[in-house]
Structure formats: structure tokens, C-alpha cells
Nanobody, 127 residues
Framework: QVQLVESGGGVVQAGDSLRLSCTVS????????MAWFRQAPGKEREFVAR???????YYGDSVKGRFTISREDAKNTVYLQMNSLKHEDTAAYYC?????????????????????WGQGTQVTVSS
């Protein structure tokens, strides 16, 4: 069983930085691709960033150039460094993992293509 636990959320001001962490329990973390999604009230879950097992990264257009995803396999942890935060970044942020043997469809920007999810951490950016 794979479990994901996010941390690092909080209340910050526009222009500030914040780093989210997602620690994964269970085996074979290094073989999983990892992603961050976010969901604001009344909106659909939005792709933020993804990092493959070989550390290739992809970003949503709204965060490109401001956010950085990284992973530290020795600690079973994936990070999301968020810089130059804006009010519109306010959302619950979720960590997701996709197994290399997943039977789900390909397509890393779609939430339904991930196998495991964390409980979320709230990020609030005041303007």
C-alpha cells in the first residue's frame, strides 16, 4: 500500500515563496512518477507539475517559471518550490503518484491517470 502525506502549506502574502513536501510510504517510490495538482473552491482539479522517475519535469502553463518540482528518492519525498506566489495560486494542493505498472491511461495532466493521492495541504495567498 502506498500512502502520500503532504506538508508545508500555509498562509503567505503575494510575492512570497513556499515549499511543499510529499512523503511517500511504501516500496519502489523511485519508480513512480509524481505530480502536484491543486483545486480551488468551485473549480476542477488542475495539473500543476509532474516529475518522472528519471526526473524529467513538466509544468502547467499557469505556474511555469515560478514553480519547481523535484524529488529526493533517498527520502521518498517530492517537493514543490513555489516562488512569486499570486492570489490565484490559492488552493488545496494534492500530491499524486503513478505506478510504472499502472493500468490507467497515459496523460500526465489528468488527475484520473494517477493511482495514489495524498489528503492535500492548503495554500492561501493574500493579495
Amino acid at each position: 500500500q502506498v500512502q502520500l502525506v503532504e506538508s508545508g502549506g500555509g498562509v503567505v502574502q503575494a510575492g512570497d515563496s513556499l515549499r511543499l513536501s510529499c512523503t511517500v510510504s511504501g516500496r519502489a517510490f523511485s519508480t513512480h512518477s509524481m505530480a502536484w495538482f491543486r483545486q480551488a473552491p468551485g473549480k476542477e482539479r488542475e495539473f500543476v507539475a509532474r516529475i518522472s522517475a528519471t526526473s524529467t519535469t513538466y509544468y502547467g502553463d499557469s505556474v511555469k517559471g515560478r514553480f519547481t518540482i523535484s524529488r529526493e528518492d533517498a527520502k521518498n519525498t517530492v517537493y514543490l518550490q513555489m516562488n512569486s506566489l499570486k492570489h490565484e495560486d490559492t488552493a488545496a494542493y494534492y500530491c499524486a503518484a503513478r505506478s510504472p505498472t499502472s493500468s490507467r491511461r497515459d496523460g500526465y495532466t489528468r488527475a484520473e491517470n494517477y493511482d495514489y493521492w495524498g489528503q492535500g495541504t492548503q495554500v492561501t495567498v493574500s493579495s
